[in-house]
């Protein structure tokens, strides 16, 4: 009997997916974003899939695949865009989405299991005056527990900065991958060993975050002539202290034509900023809009049915354009915080429609800075990767989403402490193996 048949036998009680074209598809993400990644990825996939529906069963699969040195690979809902829940090295694929209840919610925090949809929180934090704080634009499928591991921002980041600033996250729970796995709580500081660590440091069992003041959110589409006055007028609103936003995205005007649902408001030729702005604020917008020579072509209601602005923006722009052009491909880049916005002019002017400037502005250590995920016209991984370093030489931030190895993508180095952690929760090398220069040779048989 294979080592693999043996776990299969010594977790009968657990859900076990073996059907090949099942497990392929719960071994993959969205990584075919990257024509770069597609290649490197075809054919990764799991053995088997397994779906826990509690931590005691997360347990027994975690002593079952140290015993027989089997790889794990931890999955949430697929919604993201490295490879990172992509197995390497086949093994189990622990998909998490059987562990959804939310424990609880009061006032400004709420505790969680990870296979919660992101919407399924919010939905219960806004029954008592509460919301979470930031969630990608994939938030209606995404789980807390993949967001945590492999996310950093979103919706809300212009208020609250990014998951892994000091505060975003109150406590974990994970259990170790050892003979006798343990429960481990981390709180305050050292959630930063697991946050957004892909999976490598532990099975997330249990999530507390901080949730913000639910306000009613209006949806509104101002269009510009001129691509900088929209760049700018999207920082001078980040820097209106008075006014509470959610969402402040800027497109240079190539890419409104893949938002099909939105070109009615969108004139061809402008470039739209879409909002998501307090109610009470709207009243103090077509001044500052004016002042940029803007238009306001939308605006919805809190309380209203109609499109969802937050699904044009973040990642979904990418999916949106790739719907119409599969060569598209993408960035993830953080300009220097600089009211001129001089650089993102530059990259706008040097690049063209090679590179679609999108912005994304959110709060980075205070300032008001614009993040941004611009399409690019795919070529060669040659001319993707001199697009990069230009970018990098002029002191712009690339977190490469056409790699799966953690160093090379956001990270550059990984925290000594996350490595610290890793070396104690998971000895025989087994959690998500592959993902890390440091670790790659670490797997044991």
């Not at 649902?261 to 702005?277: K, N």
């Not at 919805?300 to 119409?324: I, M, S």
């Not at 790699?403 to 402490?417: A, F, L, M, N, Q």
Request: aromatic share 8%; hydrophobic share 40%; glycine share 10%.
């Amino acid at each position: 009997m294979t080592q693999l048949n043996k776990l299969i036998s010594s977790l009968q009680s657990i859900e076990i997916i073996t059907d090949p074209p099942q497990v392929a598809k719960l071994s993959q993400d969205y990584h075919t974003f990257s024509p770069v990644l597609v290649p490197k990825l075809e054919g990764k996939v799991g053995d088997i899939v397994v779906r826990p529906a509690n931590q005691q069963e997360v347990i027994a699969v975690a002593a079952a695949c140290a015993k027989h040195k089997i790889p794990l690979t931890v999955r949430g809902a697929g919604t993201g865009n490295y490879g990172q829940c992509v197995p390497l090295h086949g093994g189990v694929i622990l998909d998490m989405t059987k562990m959804h209840n939310i424990h609880w919610v009061k006032p400004g925090v709420a505790r969680v299991e990870p296979g919660v949809k992101l919407v399924a929180i919010d939905k219960k934090a806004r029954d008592i005056g509460w919301e979470i704080r930031m969630a990608p634009s994939t938030y209606r499928t995404a789980t807390i527990g993949g967001f945590i591991a492999g996310g950093s921002g979103g919706i809300g980041s212009i208020q609250y900065g990014l998951l892994g600033d000091r505060g975003n996250l109150l406590g974990l729970q994970v259990v170790t991958l050892e003979d006798e796995p343990r429960v481990i709580e981390l709180r305050g500081d050292d959630v930063q060993k697991v946050n957004h660590a892909w999976g490598i440091n532990g099975i997330i069992t249990e999530i507390e975050i901080p949730l913000g003041p639910a306000y009613p959110w209006a949806e509104v589409i101002v269009t510009f002539d001129d691509f900088m006055a929209a760049a700018k007028f999207g920082q001078a609103l980040g820097n209106a202290d008075g006014m509470m936003k959610k969402l402040i995205a800027v497109f240079a005007s190539p890419i409104s034509q893949y938002f099909h649902p939105l070109q009615q408001y969108i004139p061809e030729g402008t470039h739209p900023v879409l909002l998501m702005l307090a109610e009470p604020n709207l009243e103090s917008l077509p001044g500052l809009v004016k002042q940029y020579g803007g238009k306001i072509t939308y605006e919805k209601p809190a309380n209203d049915k109609g499109a969802n602005l937050g699904e044009f923006t973040w990642n979904h722009t990418t999916l949106h354009a790739r719907t119409v052009d599969t060569s598209i491909t993408y960035l993830q880049s953080m300009f220097p915080a600089d009211t001129s916005l001089e650089l993102v002019e530059h990259m706008y002017h040097h690049f063209g429609d090679e590179v679609m400037m999108h912005l994304e502005f959110i709060r980075v250590n205070g300032r008001v800075t614009p993040g941004a995920l611009q399409l690019v016209r795919y070529s060669t991984e040659e001319r993707l990767n001199e697009i990069i370093r230009y970018h990098e030489a002029k002191g712009v931030f690339i977190a490469n989403p056409h790699t799966y190895i953690i160093e090379d993508g956001g990270r550059k180095i990984i925290d000594p402490e996350q490595l610290k952690f890793k070396e104690m929760v998971d000895p025989y090398g087994l959690m998500n193996p592959g993902k890390s220069k440091v670790l790659q040779c670490q797997i044991s048989h």
